[in-house]
């Protein structure tokens, strides 16, 4: 059945609203593997079947990853780095990556979307920039090639910061210097019907201004919440009012024909001294309240009947990312299988001794069904 209308039953609330379990996750999550100390990717697989999560996002397409979630009915977003994007441009090259990488999995993985890089427009790199709707369109012609363009779309994931303005999100624009990127950009996605990525982040704002914006008001928790003063809209939560400004930028592009979804959005358990906010108490709070709010199929206030689509960040802690603290605790899950902190979802990873033996070639394991 797919995960759009897939029937959400409630087990159980606390009226705090940090503990919700539901049979199933309309949610999608991020399994970044920046890590040494991660079980194998046939152990993951059992772990999301267990909690009833049905959408993956991935920032590559491993190998070992796609072959381990053959048959599992499980659907993935592969990505391809930044590094490549410049290689996608050549047709050529990109029906080759398409032949190595997706090819062979479908329909046993259900690979739905590829993204090609990752918040681009905000680096400094003037050709990557360039490059990335050619290599967009050559990946798309490519998948047309091999009649695989009904069943995958393409896109790229953006942060945030390509809003010159997202307040009030009434009045929500691009950044007038990527106004020359994101207007064809914008016409590949109504064209090809893929959707429109975002990461978002309500933390980066909190931990910013920690003394002018209201925690309440970035955790999903109750408050008065903010009026639009053009539309009279009113925002109770932070998140919602980003998707709507990004809705209010690209119909200020012409387009009224793309969804919006978030490719990232989450909250870190700890964090450096200087990280306010980064704490276990409230990134379950952000992510209990966040899953309420979809087990509701709630929209935002200005697209009230389109309920949000979200990915959220991440499965596990990944130990090996550079940077800040919190960059490494932004798991819903240790790398042992136990939960961060409750917020419902409790799933089991199966002992080593259990799981399926991973093969190298998927097609070996395809091979070896047939036999």
């Known amino acids: 059945m797919a995960v759009r209308i897939c029937r959400l039953l409630l087990l159980f609330w606390l009226f705090s609203g940090q503990v919700l379990q539901i049979l199933c996750l309309t949610i999608g999550i991020n399994y970044g593997q920046i890590a040494n100390n991660l079980p194998p990717p046939t152990r993951v697989a059992g772990l999301l079947q267990s909690l009833n999560i049905s959408r993956v996002k991935l920032y ?6 796609l072959s381990a979630f053959l048959n599992t009915n499980i659907e993935f977003i592969i990505g391809i ?3 490549n994007v410049s290689t996608m441009t050549d047709s050529t090259k990109a029906q080759v990556w398409l032949q190595q990488h997706v090819q062979p999995y479908i329909p046993h993985t259900r690979i739905t979307c590829i993204t090609i890089g990752n918040e681009v427009f905000t680096s400094n790199d003037t050709v990557l920039k360039s490059n990335l709707l050619p290599a967009m369109q050559s990946v798309y012609q490519a998948l047309v090639a091999l009649g695989l363009d009904k069943q995958v779309n393409v ?3 953006h942060s945030l910061d390509i809003l010159g303005n997202s307040y009030p999100p009434s009045s929500g624009s691009f950044r007038q210097d990527l106004a020359e990127y994101i207007h064809p950009l914008l016409n590949f996605h109504s064209m090809t019907k893929s959707p429109f990525l975002v990461n978002a982040y309500p933390y980066f704002a909190y931990k910013a201004n920690p003394n002018t914006v ?4 970035v955790l999903f928790q109750p408050n008065s919440g903010i009026t639009d003063p053009n539309t009279n809209l009113n925002y109770d939560n932070m998140l919602y009012a980003q998707i709507d400004s990004v809705y209010t930028a690209i119909q200020g592009m012409g387009h009224t024909d793309i969804d919006v979804r978030i490719s990232e959005t989450g909250w870190p358990s700890k964090g450096d001294p200087d990280e306010v906010g980064a704490t276990p108490d409230n990134a379950a709070m952000y992510n ?5 709010r979809i087990a509701m199929n709630q929209g935002t206030p200005l697209k009230p009947s389109v309920p949000i689509d979200i990915y959220v960040f991440a499965l596990f802690n990944e130990d090996l990312k550079p940077g800040s603290t919190s960059e490494r605790n932004y798991g819903l899950f240790y790398p042992d299988g136990t939960p961060v902190y409750n917020i419902g979802l409790h799933g089991y990873l199966r002992p080593m001794s259990s799981s399926c033996k991973l093969m190298a070639n998927p097609l070996e394991i395809l091979n070896s069904e047939v036999r």
């Not at 209201?214 to 008001?217: A, F, P, Q």
């Not at 209990?288 to 309420?292: A, D, P, S, T, V």
């Open 214 to 217: 209201s925690l309440e008001y």
């Open 288 to 292: 209990g309240n966040l899953l309420r």
């Open 155 to 157: 896109t790229t994931a």
């Open 81 to 83: 780095g930044n590094e």
């Open 60 to 65: 590559d397409a491993d190998q070992n990853v």
